[in-house]
């Protein structure tokens, strides 16, 4: 069955470094998302991705984050001076069509600890 | 602003039914989805509801009543691999956009 894999699966970073998180989405779907949720707490929307540019996009995705799909596969969140308080699981999402019913399809997460 | 409000924990017993509510105020809507979260795993789906009334798929139901802004996801026959975080998610706009999650109710299954 197809899935969303992410790349890597924990990684620890000291604050103020730059760090790329990495998704390969479902190959045949065209909207793209990164989600984060900190430890015990609820899932947050970061942004959104369709047809090669940010369609919506949180207060938390400031700055500081960006996204980029390099080529035809993979979809990146860097986030560009980590602070401690990014620290959180971050998961990629796809779905395959723009319709409301439409469900994302979660990746593994990856999970970033600001030290 | 967006509010979702779900139990943080729940307990079941094996072989039981367990219903798990799900009360929403948000600035629009276009559907009410549920996920499956085990610890520290990927959110799965499991259901999408837009119009009121049931939706049953195999042992896990969902209903939604958009008047009362209120959803429930009824699981039957618990096994011990339902124990798991349950997500109660509404998408405010129309088309592929965002979803807003509440903070997960946290299913025990006991023997």
Request: contains cysteine.
């Amino acid at each position: 069955e197809p899935e969303v894999t992410q790349t890597p699966s924990h990684q620890v970073t000291q604050m103020g470094q730059e760090v790329i998180l990495r998704c390969v989405p479902i190959s045949n779907h065209l909207y793209f998302y990164w989600y984060r949720q900190i430890l015990g707490q609820k899932v947050e929307f970061l942004v959104s991705f369709y047809n090669n540019e940010i369609s919506e996009k949180s207060e938390i995705f400031d700055d500081q984050f960006s996204v980029e799909r390099p080529d035809g596969s993979n979809f990146t969140l860097k986030i560009r001076s980590t602070k401690l308080e990014d620290s959180a699981m971050y998961f990629c999402a796809s779905s395959a069509s723009g319709r409301s019913g439409t469900e994302a399809f979660f990746g593994q997460g990856t999970r970033l600890t600001v030290v | 602003g967006q509010n979702i409000d779900q139990p943080t924990e729940m307990t079941a017993t094996e072989g039981a039914i367990v219903q798990i509510n799900c009360t929403y105020q948000t600035s629009g809507f276009n559907g009410l989805f549920w996920y499956q979260q085990h610890a520290g795993e990927a959110p799965t789906f499991l259901s999408y509801n837009v119009l009121d009334g049931l939706e049953e798929k195999g042992r896990f139901s969902s209903f939604l009543s958009r008047s009362k802004g209120y959803s429930y996801l009824l699981l039957k026959e618990l096994q011990m691999k339902d124990s798991a975080s349950y997500l109660c998610a509404v998408r405010p706009s129309p088309g592929n956009t965002p979803l807003v999650f509440g903070k997960g109710t946290r299913l025990s299954v006991i023997a």
